[in-house]
């Protein structure tokens, strides 16, 4: 059994700033001044003073908040999570084997010459293909492409445990990493209904997709979240000695 990280220090840092006092995802000035400050230190200090890489999770927070933790720890650096998963008895792990075969299915709807971006729903928990069009088309805001991506039902048991998970994370990377590379363009727009644990290993595994924008999802309504970008080796970066996720909010609708 790999050695872990239990999790007092990143649940007190879950409690107070992954999530807002009013239970919502963390406004802009949360996510500069508290969230993404804490959580990078925490890593520093994880790394200068542990060896154990699985951090064991509990708590809850917005599924945005969630993509980012992800972001902060994420696979290529050796980071594993547990995190419990109701009505899952067994937490999910994010090292847990993929599914092999993983069925899926994603579709793609053009947008328009002009855009810039992808957007990219991941529809886990129900088709919400149409409020995300709606929403989009609302901010006047039309990307390249929109992208749709699905397990192969939908529902609260559609991803059945840890291995779909990671398979499914494994699967949105590589087929939103064609999609930018197909149509040209480096951001993404993404919304994501779907279970915690997912939400953090999605995180995980978006680290080599330009920047993406995080958006939260509570029908009716959809608002702004987050905005990050993994530097990588290789991408345009500010300081080569000190990469950074460059987590922020997104500037709020008028």
């Not at 001044?33 to 708590?59: H, M, N, S, T, W």
């Not at 929403?135 to 609260?156: D, K, M, N």
């Not at 994501?192 to 309504?221: D, M, R, W």
Request: hydrophobic letters at 35%.
């Amino acid at each position: 059994m790999r050695p872990s990280i239990f999790p007092p220090t990143i649940r007190s840092i879950g409690q107070s700033t992954l999530t807002a006092p009013d239970g919502k995802c963390p406004r802009q000035k949360r996510w500069n001044d508290e969230l993404v400050p804490q959580l990078e230190a925490l890593k520093k200090q994880l790394l200068r003073e542990r060896k154990e890489r699985l951090i064991r999770f509990r708590g809850k927070c917005a599924l945005s908040s969630g993509v980012a933790l992800g972001a902060v720890f994420p696979t290529v650096g050796g980071w594993a999570f547990e995190i419990p998963q109701p009505p899952a008895k067994e937490p999910w792990r994010s090292d847990a084997t993929p599914t092999k075969r993983y069925d899926m299915t994603d579709e793609g709807l053009e947008g328009t010459a002009d855009g810039t971006d992808i957007v990219l729903g991941l529809n886990i928990r129900g088709d919400g293909r149409q409020d995300m069009v709606k929403y989009v088309e609302s901010t006047g805001q039309i990307p390249r492409r929109y992208l749709f991506i699905s397990p192969s039902f939908q529902g609260a048991q559609s991803i059945r445990g840890a291995s779909d998970a990671v398979a499914f994370a494994k699967a949105v990377r590589e087929t939103l990493g064609h999609g930018l590379k197909q149509y040209d363009v480096h951001k993404t727009r993404l919304f994501f209904y779907g279970p915690f644990a997912l939400a953090v290993f999605l995180g995980q595994h978006l680290t080599s997709v330009g920047e993406v924008q995080l958006l939260n999802i509570k029908i009716p309504a959809i608002s702004p979240a987050a905005r990050f970008l993994r530097v990588l080796r290789g991408a345009p970066v500010e300081s080569r000695n000190h990469p950074s996720t460059g987590v922020r909010s997104a500037r709020p609708l008028d």
